[in-house]
């Protein structure tokens, strides 16, 4: 593979080029692999570009996924890739899978996305395990009786690693409704996020940068127009955003999801000298990793939940009576949540920042990092023997439970150049502007509510 990853066309119409495969070589070889019931996963160990977009037709076409470590060291990842190759080598796993989605008359299958082949009307995948997703979107085709329910069936026909073979099934019954209320009223958020985040990162692929962000801002305009045109009831000029309760944080995620990675490039001002890794390659896995994964991981995975470390409550980092470790708090991502005598911890699926504010109580940082007082910008969290470290490393341990990748704890002093990479992630700050990436929560809001006002006219 030829090096082509041009930071020259990172933000620009043209950056989209860079995510598309520069050969067929790997899809062709993926096909073959497919027909053969292998599943490629791959483990990329960078220091430097890889043309992941060329690379991942394997585990596109295979049904597998990426495992990227950038810029990478054993003393930093090597828990993480112990923790990963173990969970990708002993999950529940099914073997030469074939799926099919079918419906009850009046709703059909629109389209099938994810890493997958798709011959007819079935899926076929070499293996699917447990860390998987793919998204199945059904069309309202005729009508339906209200007196009556609605089925979708998904079938499964694997094999087990004993080689029997098996059909596993899933039936899901709906009620129908004539009332477009109730559909808001009963809507799924996680599922809604879920395509729209999807789609627009497709898009994102495939046209102009500008023109996926307005894709995925008009998804979320059309929902809530439906929503004011046909079920707000008094006065529909009031001036306020009406949104239906279910779908309430939507607007967030969406703004969240124009912010991050897969839409807009992160600023070189919050890129660290010594960072080596590719924003080209990091686009191709964070895609990779939203197609691949299951609906709960979705909402932390654009906007990270920020806890606050130093003041936990009497049972925060403790097991309940359920076996659950008890979770701090989560906090809005605004930078007043930054207080400077404080240690927040973000968790953003696939890292952890631990934030040390610069007034810090010595008592915590000698609990947390045996030290009395921050001396350069390298700090790294200790396993020490006393009850504040436990319950830290307790938390910790409670957010990756029963993840599909390990988060490492990334330490960030603050007003070090390390901090822009936590800071870009306060999706709710910005600054007045026309793009929809550099505006805050407020302004998006205000521009939001202007585009449905202008849909219905």
Known sequence: LKPRDATSLYGQDKEPTLQQPQT????????????????VDLFLFARNYLDLAT?????????????????????????KLYYELHRNMT???????????????????????GHFIQKGPDIQIPTIDSDKAFLVTLKH???????????????????????QRRIRVHTLSLPTTKLLSNVFKFSDLESVLKYISVKGSLAWLSTKPTAAIEKTINFCVSIFAAYKKHCVTGNSNSGQLVLPEALKLLPLYVLSLIKSRLMVPL?????????????????????????????????????GRLFAIHNLRERDG???????????????????????SGVYLMDTVIQLFLWVGKSVDPKILMDLFGIDRIDGSFLKLQLLENPFNARVHA??????????????????????PLEGQILSRFVEEG???????????????????????????
């Open 141 to 163: 085709d005729d009508s339906l009786d209200e007196r009556s329910w609605a089925y979708v069936q998904c079938a499964l026909l694997y094999s087990t690693k004993a080689g």
């Open 318 to 340: 403790l097991v309940n009576r359920h076996g659950i470790i008890k979770l701090p708090p989560v906090l809005r991502l605004g930078l007043e949540s930054l207080e400077p």
């Open 91 to 113: 999950r529940e796993t099914a073997f030469d899978c074939v799926i099919r989605v079918r419906t009850s008359a009046g709703i059909d299958v629109d389209e099938y996305i």
């Open 431 to 457: 600054f007045k502007s026309k793009l929809y990436s550099q505006m805050d929560y407020v302004d998006f809001l205000c521009n939001l509510y202007k585009s449905i006002q202008d849909s219905l006219w």
């Open 395 to 416: 938390i910790i341990q409670g957010i990756r439970y029963n993840r599909s990748v390990f988060p490492s704890v990334q330490v960030v002093v603050q007003g070090t």
């Open 55 to 79: 690379l991942d037709d394997l585990p596109r076409m295979t049904g597998g996924c990426i495992y990227y470590y950038p810029s990478f060291s054993v003393e930093q990842h090597i828990e």
């Open 24 to 39: 067929d070589f790997y899809r062709i070889l993926g096909e073959k692999m497919a027909s053969q019931y292998i599943t």
């Open 267 to 303: 600023p070189v001002k919050y890129l660290p000298s010594f960072s080596h890794f590719s924003q080209s390659d990091l686009r191709t896995f964070m895609h990779d990793f939203l197609m691949t994964q299951p609906l709960h991981v979705i909402a932390p995975f654009l906007y």
